[in-house]
Nanobody, 126 residues
């Protein structure tokens, strides 16, 4: 498993931006698909975005397309989630994930990932 530590959450007004970072243990970082999920109170975990280990396949949930951007820096063993035009409904705990989703399948299930960070709170005020 990969050790993951998120940072960058906080409180922002609607329309604002935040960038989440996820630092991963370095030994096998570059072989994993990395992603982000989020969970609001009383709701199930929801897929947000994922990026393949090569960076050439990127996936977004429809709810964040055009507003969020996922990227990874192999040299820094870090994956990022740039969140722009934030909305109150984006409020949730955001989790960084790593795993080996089945090739060719849309990697939006929690079961696709065997490593999870502890989560970072994002709160968007209206």
């Amino acid at each position: 498993q990969v050790q993951l530590v998120e940072s960058g959450g906080g409180l922002v007004q609607a329309g604002g931006s935040l960038r989440l970072s996820c630092a991963a243990s370095p030994r096998t970082f570059n072989s994993y698909t990395m992603g982000w999920f989020r969970q609001a109170p009383g709701e199930e975990r929801q897929f947000v975005a994922a990026i393949s280990w090569t960076g050439n396949r990127i996936y977004y949930a429809d709810s964040v397309k055009g507003r969020f951007t996922i990227s990874r820096d192999g040299a820094k063993n870090t994956v990022y989630l740039q969140m722009n035009s934030l909305k109150p409904e984006d409020t949730a705990v955001y989790y960084c994930v790593a795993g080996y989703p089945e090739t060719g399948r849309y990697p939006d299930l929690p079961a696709d990932y065997n490593s999870w960070g502890q989560g970072t709170q994002v709160t968007v005020s209206s």
